[in-house]
T-cell receptor
Framework: KNEVEQSPQNLTAQEGEFITINCSYS?????LHWLQQHPGGGIVSLFM???GKKKHGRLIATINIQEKHSSLHITASHPRDSAVYIC?????????FGTGTRLQVFP | KAGVTQTPRYLIKTRGQQVTLSCSPISGHRSVSWYQQTPGQGLQFLFEYFSETQRNKGNFPGRFSGRQFSNSRSEMNVSTLELGDSALYLC??????????????FGPGTRLTVT
């Protein structure tokens, strides 16, 4: 069983839709990262959170420590949000990655 | 501030050869982590260096090694290359913030193709 599991694997949306990507993790994960990877490989770290909620622009990340669950929300989605979103659990000094969610937003 | 740089960006090697990849972290960042990304296995942690010491290592064979220099630049080496080593190799540098959280910034990656 993977220590970090993401869903869905693929997601398509129309521009303007509200999007949610989910991530569940196992014991031993002390913090959760959300990463964005565009075609070509470049990765951007969006959030790191160990409790509560963080917001940056149209992106919101939440984490429920008791449930061991985190969500990434995108409000008013736009085609430029099309990318692979990866959650990663921080375990000691290493990151354990989910399999990623491929998001495509159509105009 | 310059971002994380990785060289080379693309590399083609033959089975059995060895390769060295380089990563220069953001100025002031003392931690450098290396990751391998393949279509089959996704992103996997290779190792992490902090102040020239390897702090953590993932589940990779001994053919994968690394080091960090006093200026925090890091190199990773793969010896006796296999076809399955074809991947995007990413490094990330980290800065610990007050309160114990940290910021991590990824480099653009080195795409290695083994033929």
């Amino acid at each position: 069983k993977n220590e970090v599991e993401q869903s869905p694997q693929n997601l398509t949306a129309q521009e303007g839709e509200f999007i949610t990507i989910n991530c569940s993790y196992s014991v031993g994960i002390s913090a959760l990262h959300w990463l964005q990877q565009h075609p070509g490989g470049g990765i951007v770290s969006l959030f790191m959170l160990s409790s509560g909620k963080k917001k940056h622009g149209r992106l919101i990340a939440t984490i429920n420590i008791q449930e061991k669950h985190s969500s990434l929300h995108i409000t008013a989605s736009h085609p430029r949000d099309s990318a692979v979103y990866i959650c990663a659990g921080h375990n000691t000094d290493k990151l354990i990655f989910g399999t990623g969610t491929r998001l495509q937003v159509f105009p | 501030k310059a971002g994380v740089t990785q060289t080379p960006r693309y590399l083609i090697k033959t089975r059995g050869q060895q390769v060295t990849l380089s990563c220069s972290p953001i100025s002031g960042h003392r931690s450098v982590s290396w990751y391998q990304q393949t279509p089959g296995q996704g992103l996997q942690f290779l190792f992490e260096y902090f102040s020239e010491t390897q702090r953590n290592k993932g589940n990779f064979p001994g053919r994968f090694s690394g080091r960090q220099f006093s200026n925090s630049r890091s190199e990773m080496n793969v010896s006796t290359l296999e076809l399955g080593d074809s991947a995007l190799y990413l490094c990330a540098s980290s800065l610990v913030l007050a309160g114990g959280s940290y910021e991590q910034y990824f480099g653009p990656g080195t795409r290695l193709t083994v033929t």
